[in-house]
């Protein structure tokens, strides 16, 4: 399950990537477009900043910006960031492996053989799969629901 701290980072990143010429937005502008609780977001956003995805400007027209296009960051590597493993199972984990304390035939478990197929599905669009993407996404679901993109 998307953990509501993963699914801000998502909410903080779009309305970065949508922000023209990428000028700096204050936090506060950012909580409350998307009705986000703007403590917790000051913990991700510094997250997200020593990541390497934000930077950060301070004093009169500061806030957060893109360090990177929004084409190259990718769901996977906002959810590692912000919460660790991706896997359902730490033994299926590729960057957070730990054995299961109760498994005792670990190459031989059906639990950790399907688990394995789930990350790997799962893996396989995350990380395909950027910030631009979900913008387009988001646009495309707009124009179907006959709303103006221009005003997400």
Known sequence: MLTKKA????????VLARNEENKPMLISDIAAREQLPKKFLEAILLELKRSGFLGSKKGAGGGYYLMKPAEDIKMAAVIRIVDGPIALLPCVSLNFYERCEECTQEPYCGIRDVM????????????????ADMMRREDGLAVKTGQDPALI
């Open 116 to 131: 394995k197929d789930v990350r790997d599905a799962t893996l396989k669009i995350l990380v395909e799969t950027s910030i």
């Open 7 to 14: 699914k801000y980072a998502f909410k903080a990143l779009l």
